[in-house]
Nanobody, 124 residues
Framework: QVQLVESGGGLVQAGGSLRLSCTASGRTFSTYTMAWFRQPPGKEREFVAGIGGSGGSTVYADSVKGRFTISRDNAKNMVYLQMNSLKPEDTAVYYC?????????????????WGQGTQVTVSS
C-alpha cells in the first residue's frame, strides 16, 4: 500500500513558477512509476508527466513539455513537479499517482494509488 500526499499548490501569476511535491509512504517507493495528473475545472483528468522508478525515464504531455520537469528522490520517498512559465490554462487540481508495472502510462487507469490533489491557480 502506498499513501501519497501532495503539497506546493497555490496562486501564481502567468509566467511564474511553482514546485509541487508528493510525499509517499512505503518501503518500496523506488519500484513504483510515479506520475502527475491534473484536472482543470469542468474537464477530465489528464496526464501531465511521469517518471520511472530509477528516475532515468520521463514522459511529458505535449502541453507542458519544455516548461515542466518531473523528478524524484528515492531516498526521501519524494516526487516533484517543477512548473515554469505557467499559463492560465495550467489551472487545475494536480494529483500525484503511483503504479507498479514499471511502465509510464499516460492513461489514469493503471495507477493504483492517488493523492488527494493540490490546487494550482494561474492568473492572467
Amino acid at each position: 500500500q502506498v499513501q501519497l500526499v501532495e503539497s506546493g499548490g497555490g496562486l501564481v501569476q502567468a509566467g511564474g513558477s511553482l514546485r509541487l511535491s508528493c510525499t509517499a509512504s512505503g518501503r518500496t517507493f523506488s519500484t513504483y512509476t510515479m506520475a502527475w495528473f491534473r484536472q482543470p475545472p469542468g474537464k477530465e483528468r489528464e496526464f501531465v508527466a511521469g517518471i520511472g522508478g530509477s528516475g532515468g525515464s520521463t514522459v511529458y504531455a505535449d502541453s507542458v513539455k519544455g516548461r515542466f520537469t518531473i523528478s524524484r528522490d528515492n531516498a526521501k520517498n519524494m516526487v516533484y513537479l517543477q512548473m515554469n512559465s505557467l499559463k492560465p490554462e495550467d489551472t487545475a487540481v494536480y494529483y500525484c499517482a503511483a503504479e507498479s508495472s514499471s511502465l509510464i502510462w499516460r492513461g489514469s487507469r493503471p495507477y493504483d494509488f492517488w493523492g488527494q490533489g493540490t490546487q494550482v491557480t494561474v492568473s492572467s
